[in-house]
């Protein structure tokens, strides 16, 4: 069954670094986004991205953040100057359609731990 | 506002045990679409099941089942005969029209012991 795969599964990072979390979406969808998890909190979106361009993004997404589709496969969530506070899960996702346009299903990646001490 | 309430933050139960773990949504709008999502230990989210707000219809999947009632702005779901290896974090969440963004509520972690 197709999957999203995310790369690294675990990064430890020093605050002030850049970091890059990978992503490989489902080959034939084209929505795509990234969430992140707390430890111990709610999954939070932060953007979507359709048609090399940002739909929607949170509050959360600042200027730290930006979301790339370099090639055809990969997409990827940059931070640019990490925090301890951006230590979190961050899960990658996809979905054929928007989710909210026809209720598609969101598919999940297995997410990559980001630890920033 | 659009918010998701999963007011059971931790069940424990024996294995066959059926248990159902709650979920009450808030939203203006007329369409919208609920899910849940299962994170087991090693971290993943799996998709369980999507909705539509125009399907009041109750779903059974083996021993999953889900019981929408938009009467009471209910989403529950209902484990019957539990397994160790339903336990995880169960999250619902609740996706408007028009938009992408997924919101969950902050989850119900069930423990099935054997």
């Known amino acids: 069954e197709p999957e999203v795969t995310q790369t690294p599964s675990h990064q430890v990072t020093q605050m002030g670094q850049e970091v890059i979390l990978r992503c490989v979406p489902i080959?034939?969808?084209?929505?795509f986004y990234w969430y992140r998890q707390i430890l111990g909190q709610k999954v939070e979106f932060l953007v979507s991205?359709?048609?090399?361009?940002?739909?929607?993004k949170s509050e959360i997404f600042d200027d730290q953040f930006s979301v790339e589709r370099p090639d055809g496969s990969n997409f990827t969530l940059k931070i640019r100057s990490t925090k301890l506070e951006d230590s979190a899960m961050y899960f990658c996702?996809?979905?054929?359609?928007?989710?909210?346009?026809?209720?598609?299903?969101?598919?999940f990646g297995e997410g990559s731990w980001l630890t920033v001490v | 506002a659009q918010k998701v309430t999963q007011a059971q933050t931790e069940i424990s139960v024996v294995e066959k045990e059926d248990v159902t773990l709650d979920c009450v949504y808030e939203?203006?709008?007329?369409?919208?679409?609920l899910f849940w999502y299962k994170q087991p230990p090693s971290g993943e989210l799996v998709f369980l099941i999507r909705?539509?707000?125009?399907?009041?219809q109750n779903e059974i999947s083996g021993r999953y089942s889900w019981n929408f009632q938009k009467s009471t702005s209910s989403f529950n779901f209902t484990i019957t005969a539990s397994q160790v290896v339903d336990s995880a974090v169960y999250f619902c969440?609740?996706?408007?029209?028009?938009?992408?963004?997924?919101?969950f509520g902050t989850g119900t972690r069930l423990q099935v012991f054997p």
């Open positions: 080959s034939n969808h084209l929505y």
């Open positions: 991205f359709y048609n090399n361009e940002i739909s929607e």
């Open positions: 939203t203006r709008d007329t369409t919208y679409y």
């Open positions: 969440a609740l996706c408007k029209q028009n938009t992408d963004k997924l919101i």
């Open positions: 996702a996809s979905s054929p359609r928007a989710g909210g346009f026809s209720g598609n299903t969101i598919y």
């Open positions: 909705r539509n707000s125009f399907d009041e």
